[in-house]
């Protein structure tokens, strides 16, 4: 626990700056919400509706009533929350472990009495941890926000959770991603890098899936596409395939890691 | 018993060397030197037996445990100082050593003094980032950090590195009173004098392997000797003479011959002045560090 503590520590600050970010972030969309639901919003989405197909669907804007504030925030939370956070993810985990080697840290912890695996898990710990504070803190902000600015009487509480939870999830897959770049990599900058495209890679993927039949296969690979915002809004659930894949994915990602931590020669 | 050992410990990087076939038993309350130019191999030992690499092949036991299965259990008793040290930039030097002091069992608050007493001793102030420290200064922290739970084997990579030679004395001091309790110290340097003054063993290593393993008095005293001679030799041809110099009717040279043949020839000669002494351990080990000639002047010489 003592490695955890000390690793969440050091991630406390960047933890705090971009839940701040994207707290605010959205509490500027939740309260343009009210315009959009109003008479010149409805103006506005009669014409969205009148794009092609594509578009719509390419911005995830399929089966969605904008005057919904939680079909808004399918729309916004999508590339504000999902993709944006995403970065944040991956920017934790893919730096926890290369970081202690390229900075050469690693020296000091490595001549402890601990072993291999009690590092990483102290290193795994603090970075779901803080993938978890981030979006659980969203999402209560959120909460608040959707309940000041909702136009209708009603809340779906059941939506939001679903919606809400989605993120959280497609962080963790990127999170574990990015620290089994971390792991396997020698210099920061590339697993910072690499980490980043794989995320960009894996979101036009889930792209790619919806907007052409032929490519369809691919959502079965990428996170982004378990987790579909305008998806959940029309089925209102998580498809079991896909938690399942989830499940197999983020245990994939953790044996990796620690198969390859435990025998690799660290170089300081 | 055997502190450190190691068998036919190997390491390749890729295609490159790191070391090969080290052999080295270490005793029970030695302070053991381990010696050799840059890239030779010595902290590629010191990474393999504190296990941040694996060998290519070989074995290596610090007090009877495996280096490369039970790691964790040997580093409970070992404090380790790193070439070059790099610890967390933007922490304080009091969070590092309290979260060093975190991994250890023990009475805490002992080891809290201990820290304390170490860090005046070697006039470190604690509430400094450690990002704001000289390179001297880093090396104090790595210094108390090896020391506050008083660990049974220091493993010490160049730890005068970066040290003013007053902190040194404390730190060599400090390594003989830790000594005098029974810590075998593992000490690698590339200065010599230093090991001269502090060790009572010594291993060269060079190119990645061993050279030889001696005692550092036996090793300067029983193989050669170096002779200054003032008078009128044109010449002096006997087995075992090196290094001849002829200048301004000195004659000077190494003798690892039979002295006594040398003071016979000596004594039907005229001189004025005459000199024999132990070689300072510089001309010794510039003997393992040269690579001309090296074979025929180690058997030659008897090292």
Redesign the interface.
């Known amino acids: 626990m003592n490695i955890f503590r000390w690793e969440f520590k050091r991630l406390r600050k960047l933890l705090l700056a971009w839940t701040l970010a994207f707290v605010l972030l959205q509490f500027m969309y939740s309260s343009f919400f009210p315009s959009m639901a109003s008479e010149e919003g409805g103006l506005l989405l009669a014409k969205l509706n009148m794009l092609p197909k594509v578009f719509l669907k390419m911005f995830g804007l399929e089966n969605l009533d904008l005057t919904n504030i939680l079909h808004y925030y399918a729309m916004q939370g999508q590339f504000i929350v999902i993709l944006i956070g995403s970065v944040f993810a991956a920017k934790i985990g893919s730096n926890i472990v290369v970081k202690e080697e390229s900075d050469k840290t690693a020296e000091f912890l490595l001549a402890k009495p601990v072993t291999r695996s009690r590092i990483l898990t102290g290193k795994l710990l603090s970075t779901i941890v803080c993938i978890a504070v981030f979006d659980i803190i969203i999402m209560i902000a959120n909460l608040a926000f959707f309940n000041i600015y909702n136009t209708s009487d009603t809340f779906d509480f059941e939506l939001f959770w679903l919606l809400s939870i989605a993120p959280l999830m497609i962080h963790i897959v990127v999170g574990l991603l990015s620290f089994m770049i971390s792991v396997l990599q020698r210099k920061t900058g590339r697993a910072d890098i690499f980490s980043l495209g794989v995320v960009f890679s894996l979101y036009a993927a889930s792209v790619l899936a919806k907007l052409t039949e032929k490519l369809e296969l691919l959502k079965f690979f990428t996170p982004y596409s378990y987790f579909d915002p305008s998806n959940i809004v029309k089925t209102r659930s998580f498809e079991a395939t896909y938690i399942t894949l989830f499940f197999i994915e983020i245990l994939g990602l953790i044996i990796v890691s620690y198969i390859h931590f435990r025998k690799k020669d660290v170089y300081i | 018993m055997k502190v450190i050992e190691t068998n036919a410990l190997t390491k390749y990087y890729g295609k490159f060397r790191g070391i090969e076939n080290v052999d080295l038993s270490i005793e029970e309350g030695e302070i053991f030197g381990f010696i050799g130019p840059n890239g030779a191999g010595k902290s590629t030992t010191i ?1 393999l037996l ?5 060998p290519t092949s070989g074995t290596a036991r610090i007090f009877g445990k495996d280096c490369f299965k039970e ?6 008793l ?1 404090g ?1 100082i ?1 070439g ?1 040290v ?5 922490v304080k030097v009091k969070d ?1 050593l309290e ?2 002091i ?3 069992h023990g009475n805490k608050s002992e080891y809290r003094k201990r820290m304390i007493d170490l860090s005046e001793r070697f006039d470190l102030n604690l509430d400094r980032k450690i990002g704001d420290l000289s390179l001297g200064n880093k090396k104090k922290v790595s210094v108390v ?1 090896s020391l506050i739970h008083n660990p049974k084997l220091l493993i010490y990579d160049e730890p005068t590195n970066g040290l003013d030679p007053l902190i040194q004395n404390v730190l060599f001091d400090l390594i003989r009173e830790e000594n005098k309790r029974g810590v075998t110290v593992f000490f690698s340097s590339h200065i010599l004098s230093e090991v001269q003054k502090l060790c009572t063993k010594v291993a060269i290593i060079r190119d990645g392997k061993i050279a030889t393993i001696e005692d550092i008095e036996s090793l300067r005293k029983k193989h050669y000797k170096v002779v200054k001679v003032e008078g009128r030799i044109d010449e002096i041809n006997l087995p075992g003479i090196k290094n001849l110099k002829n200048e301004n009717n000195t004659l000077s040279f190494m003798f690892s011959g039979d002295i006594n043949e040398l003071l016979l020839f000596l004594s039907r000669k005229k001189i004025t002045d005459i000199t024999i002494e132990d070689p300072s351990l510089e001309e010794i080990f510039m003997d393992y560090y040269s690579k001309e000639d090296e074979n025929n002047e180690h058997i030659q010489m008897g090292i």
């Open positions: 990474r504190l296990n941040f690499l694996y790691s964790h259990e040997i580093k409970k070992v380790y790193p070059e790099n610890y967390y930039e933007d590092l979260y060093s975190t991994f250890y950090q």
